[in-house]
């Protein structure tokens, strides 16, 4: 592929820097050819300005063009074919089938996005008519419903080049509240981002949309970063990535002296109770599923079950075991970095060489020459976890670490003391599920997802997704960053009291023009009043 390796302001591409990077491929150990521009801040500047321009222009726009501008996005990036996914794979390594179903995931949450935009209903409306005549004073007209919240800057995640980067779900949530987006180019794959950018920026074209509804910056280091998060016309944040970076932000934006939200999504341990009695029955399978789960994509996956608390009983041994050889048959795989590679082998050394830590390795070492992390299985009891509080941090990458508690009373006791993570995973007969309800409140207070005899790898994105949860997973766990419900990130209620009807937006006007459901005096309908 050729690339033309410039930042896409608006309607053009630009290259005002003289400062330039190269992408690395992992797989092959080099950089490669393209040179990308960072962008200066002339051109941040020039960005924000086009995109305050269109952020006006488009709370205009009516929702059938929003709907047609995101299927027209989801067009261009499927008519790029496989040059798209052979970019990627080129530049992280996730290999082409993991590729081909990101990019499936990607074009159907812009569908998703689509459908929401024209059912409508997504803005509450609440309308409480006037009543002029009540007694001790009279009640005015009041009508209430969300509205943009205008620029959004994106940070695109290392680990998902397609569903949460340049057209991912937070871009295309953004643009399905009628928002402008300004997205920070993930320096692991700028070939791959500028293909979904010129993409993107096609579609803007070919429906009419402003021309700063989109730009893509590209940036090496953080200025670019902290330069969006606080220029004075963004007015949200969207991120995916590491602890340190989505903490920088916030604390960026937070420092403003017009503080912005926020939204980073920054990966947590996942936690796994498994309880006695399914142990004993099921000690294998469960081995098994788990060992997928955490070698999945390399082990980063920011859903993937780093931490595992298993009750004694007939079957830990088997457990343990199973894990040990499956850990140890395993392969190392290549990481989408160089600096991941060796924040993971790092990491893992640091853990197993805790006084009280057993580990467990893959045979064959990993290459460093094709930035692999070597799969690892670390083992510890429940004191020793308790009192080590490097044992609760993640360690982004192919290893789990299984914590031996004594009964169902100390795994209890040791799920107080998880912090904030985005899914909790719990094993159990439904007898065992019954029992412990308490347990169940715990890890529903600890995680944004809970799940019943499975494994927390793989979103279903949907209308029912909740993917955040409390602090450190994420900077806001009221949103979700997948599904139908991320739309609320970027849209801010406005209430209009005894206003004219002909300046009330549609979706408050008496007739009901848009045909959407309305809380009206307290009742949902599609009546006109």
Known sequence: ?????????????????????????????KQLEALFHEATPGEVEHALELAQRAAVDMREIDAGQIANFLLAVRDEILALGDSLVETADRETALGIDRLRGERDRTTNQIKLFADVVREGSWVDARIEPALPDRK????????????????????????????????????????AAKNPVIVKVHPAHPGTSELVGNAIQHATRKRGMPEGTFSLLHGLGTEVSIALATHRHTKAVAFTGSQFAGRALFDAAARRRDPIPVYAEMGSVNPVVILPEVLKTSARSIAEGLYRSVLLGVGQFCTSP??????????????????????????????????ISANFAQRFKA????????????????????????????????????????????????STLVVRCV????????????????????HGTPDELEKNKELIDT???KAGRVIFNGYPTGVEVGYAMHHGGPYPATTDEKFTSVGAASIYRFARPVCYQNFPEHLLPPELQNANPCKIWRLVNGQLTRDPL
């Not at 050729?2 to 400062?19: C, L, M, P, W």
Request: proline share 7%.
């Open 1 to 29: 592929m050729t690339f033309h390796g410039k930042n896409i302001i608006g309607f053009e591409q630009s290259a005002e820097g003289s400062q330039t990077y190269r992408a690395y491929s992992p797989r092959e150990g």
């Open 443 to 445: 890890l529903s207070r």
């Open 136 to 175: 001790p004073v009279p009640r005015p007209d009041l009508r209430r419903m969300l509205q943009p919240i205008g620029p959004v800057a994106v940070f695109g995640a290392s680990n998902f080049p397609l569903a949460f980067s340049v057209a991912g779900g937070d871009t295309a949530s953004a643009f």
């Open 306 to 339: 780093g931490l595992v608390f298993a009750a004694e009983g007939g079957g830990m041994e088997e457990l343990i075991a199973s894990l040990s050889e499956l850990f140890r048959e395993g392969m190392p795989g290549t990481m989408l970095n160089p600096g």
């Open 407 to 426: 009964d169902e009373e100390q795994v209890r006791q040791c799920s107080e003391h998880i912090e904030g993570t985005l899914t909790a995973t719990i």
């Open 351 to 398: 853990a197993a060489g805790i006084e009280g830590v057993g580990a467990q390795v893959a045979a064959r070492t990993a290459d460093p020459s094709r930035t692999e992390g070597r799969p690892g299985l670390l083992v510890t009891d429940a004191s020793t976890w308790l009192k080590n509080h490097q044992l609760h941090e993640e360690i982004f990458g192919p």
